[in-house]
């Protein structure tokens, strides 16, 4: 392998040196295609020399090789007859085939050619499709059509005869449009073909080998599509065909019980290509006995003729459709069975031409169509819905007949199961193609949704006057709370106010007991802690001057109430101990005493005086001659008089005694003032001390 990388990368250096495009030196190429003889003629127009037998099929791959006149080595790989023909028995055959034919030209081929031959391919265009159709896309990028037999174009272009057939196109496409067209009759004008061959091969090589690659088609496992990631996701839709398929079938079986009325006989129409099976299923289907029974019921069974197409070359021919249609006008079918074999590959050429058959028995045939695979005996261990699911236009087939399908296996006809349930599919069409019964079974539905909703309805209203009774109760509660919530704060206001007051008073009391009491208040000096003594010392010293001050002062009020008073002699007190503690409460007690006597003294003579007064006004008035020409006379006067002169003159009395407490609360203030401020020199001077 190593030897030819070296042989490849020597030739290319080469001829860039020359200025030439650089191009493998040694070519590898593998012949692909349905007829043994147009790639054997094909291989050895290549190597320009009889290589391959023209006269048999070997049945196996066949190697051959050359060098061309420029000094180039050619080796060509042909493969047998239908040798990628697949099978659902064995799907890794194809694996098994293109790894013969890889190891034949190591490390691998340069280009695949696929050979079709020009000539009528109606019927037959699943030989290219179908083996195709298992190759992975790295062999498309490295592929290219051959056109062989150029005596049937007729003159006309290859490119007329291409755009004729659907298949051809989309084989073209899929080859990135890379065809040539080979003349082996003409070997002068075949050599000219051949060098423009190899032109478009040392293309391709060189356009993979710009895009990364190395040129040819090196690992094995790239060649087919039967990846196992591939192989995972035809299970998962085969499982999920298979669930969707039993759901419809339990469905339609219950609507079936419910049927009053089924058609007496079953009749059945059998339709497809040519050698799909037909006869042979409608022979099991009869299972020999003269008047077939489908269920506890007879059935009439239509065989019709094949339609030309997967195994016979040209059209159908029109009298042929006919007959094909006249069977189905004949038993007015309850069902038709589309045969197919399923032991081999479907393309879309084979779907195509299933439809276009099946549409001439009318638009309504689908819905009455069940696939019929015939061949079961040929699936392995494979299940059917794995063979529909490898083949995406089978897969499109069997949608549009509304996923019903059936395995027959004829060469096992005695057996009965198969039968059955093939007839109970039949009859499960018949449901669904019955229009009275789905409609019955429609209008049953429609009242049941409409019970339900009235029971929705109701069960909906007593919900709601559930909750509503649930609303009410929690926003009960949620007043009750608040109010709860709205006394506690009234509460807890009250007390925090309670809380000053008593707060104020307790200050109050602290003030009022240490001017009382400073004896008992130790004084606080942190800074001349050593020093106690000398502390209390200095306190002591300033307390007996603010004594002395506050004697002055008390003798001071009681000098001038002395003076201020006319009737009585005021005596001040001395403290008790000998030392004044200043307090207010004491100059109250000391004043109020001075007020007290002063105010017994005077209170005789002007009521006396007042009293006389009143009572001679009194005995006057009686003499009194009053405008309105009234006299009076009379003893209730002069005591009248008595008592009003007298209770003026008390009155006179208390309002002198409420102006001399006013004063005396001014002046107590002034002296708490005082108070204050000696003390917070008293701390100021300790401190500082
Ligand atoms: N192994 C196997 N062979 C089958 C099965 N069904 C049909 N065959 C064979 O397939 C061949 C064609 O079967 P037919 O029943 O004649 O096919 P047909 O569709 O009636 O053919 P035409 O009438 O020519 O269109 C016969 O050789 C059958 O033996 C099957 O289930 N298993
Ligand atoms: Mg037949």
Known sequence: MEEEQLEVS???????KDGVAPRPQKLRLVLLGDRWLDKSVAGNSILRRHVFDLSRDVK???????????????????????????????????????????????????????VVPVSSLRGREWTVEGPLALLGDTVW???????????????????????????????VEKCGNRYQLLDASRSKGCKAQVDELLGKIDAMVEMQKKAGGAGYVAKEEEVSTETEEKKNDVEERASSRRNRAQRRRRTLRSLLESRSSSPAQLQVLLVGAKH????????????????????????????????????CSGDTPQ??????THSASVCDPHAVLLVLRCDETFTETDRRTAEEHMGRLGFGVWSRTVVLFTRGDGLGGATIEEHIGRWRSLERLVERCGNRYHVFDNTNRAGSFQVRE??????????????????????????????????????????????????KEKEEQIEKLQKMIEAEQIRLKRSSADGDIIRSLRERRTLADQHEDEGGVAPTCEK??????????????????RTQTTLSFNHRTAEDLRRRSTFLTASVQPHRGGVSDGSPAGAEQEVGGATEEKTDAASSWPTAGAA?????????????????????RSAVFPAAGAALGSMLIQRGRLGRKELGRKELGRKELGRKELGRKELGEDAQETAEG
């Not at 090789?65 to 064995?90: A, C, F, M, N």
């Not at 005869?161 to 989309?170: M, R, V």
């Not at 789905?438 to 109701?458: D, F, G, I, P, Y």
């Open 422 to 471: 093939l007839y109970e599919k039949i009859e499960e069409t018949l449901v669904e193609n019955d229009a009275s019964l789905l409609l019955e079974t429609l209008e049953n539905l429609l009242q049941q949704k409409q019970q339900n909703s009235k029971k929705a309805l109701r069960k909906m209203k007593k919900v709601k006057m559930e909750k509503k009774k649930e609303l």
């Open 612 to 632: 006389a007064l009143g009572a001679a006004v009194g005995t006057l008035v009686p003499f009194l001659r009053l405008p309105a020409g009234i006299g009076v």
């Open 141 to 171: 990028r490295s592929t290219l059509v051959v056109f062989v037999r150029r005596g049937k174009l007729r003159g006309s272009s290859v490119e007329s005869f291409i755009s004729k057939h659907d298949f051809l196109k989309a084989l």
């Open 528 to 545: 001349n802690h050593e020093e106690p003594v000398n502390v209390w010392e200095q306190v002591r010293r300033r307390r007996s001057q």
């Open 10 to 16: 020597m030739s290319c250096r080469a001829d860039v």
């Open 276 to 311: 799909a099976g037909k006869t042979s299923s409608a022979n099991t289907l009869l299972g020999g006995a003269v008047f077939p029974q489908a269920g506890d019921r007879p059935a009439q069974v239509v065989d019709s003729p094949g339609w030309h197409g997967r195994y």
């Open 319 to 324: 009298a042929l459709q006919q007959q094909i």
């Open 60 to 114: 196996m791959c066949l190697k051959g090789q050359s060098v061309l006149e420029d000094g180039r080595k050619v080796v060509v790989v042909s493969t047998p007859e239908r040798w990628v023909h697949y099978s659902i028995r064995d799907p890794g055959l194809l694996q098994v085939n293109m790894n013969t034919c890889m190891a034949m030209c190591p490390p691998g081929p340069h280009a695949f050619l696929v």
